[in-house]
């Protein structure tokens, strides 16, 4: 049984870092495609960052610089470093795991069909 579970969400102020963990479990996780989504309330689903099985990494441009995802893959982990944090950025952030090669989908318009963690809140306060 597939499951992601994320934590390390909160509340900060302005400039503030915050770091993302994911912990998975019940598939191959070095044979899969990673990545963060946040939702804010009345928002669309965002792609954040997404790590691919050879490590290669992405950054929505909004979180360029400030942001970087990595993984564990003797932990089965995924972690997304949040740094110069904005109130921009507060949402629901969320886990994802997909096992079709690619890092594009988790940025134009992802189909969800990969597996979900239950999310973390981050709340960034201006």
């Known amino acids: 049984q597939v499951q992601l579970v994320e934590s390390g969400g909160g509340s900060v102020q302005a400039g503030g870092s915050l770091r993302l963990s994911c912990a998975t479990s019940?598939?191959?996780?070095?044979?899969?495609?990673m990545g963060w989504f946040r939702q804010a309330p009345g928002k669309e689903r965002e792609g954040v960052a997404g790590?691919?099985?050879?490590?290669?990494?992405r950054i929505v441009d909004s979180a360029k610089g400030r942001f970087t995802i990595s993984n564990d893959v003797a932990k089965n982990r995924l972690y997304l470093q949040m740094n110069n944090l904005k109130p921009e950025d507060t949402a629901m952030y969320y886990c994802?795991?997909?096992?079709?090669?690619?890092?594009?989908?988790?940025?134009?318009?992802?189909?969800?069909?990969?597996?979900w963690g239950q999310g973390t809140q981050v709340t960034v306060s201006s």
């Open positions: 019940g598939f191959t996780f070095s044979s899969y495609q």
């Open positions: 994802a795991a997909d096992p079709r090669p690619g890092l594009q989908r988790f940025f134009i318009g992802y189909d969800g069909r990969g597996d």
């Open positions: 790590i691919n099985r050879y490590g290669v990494t």
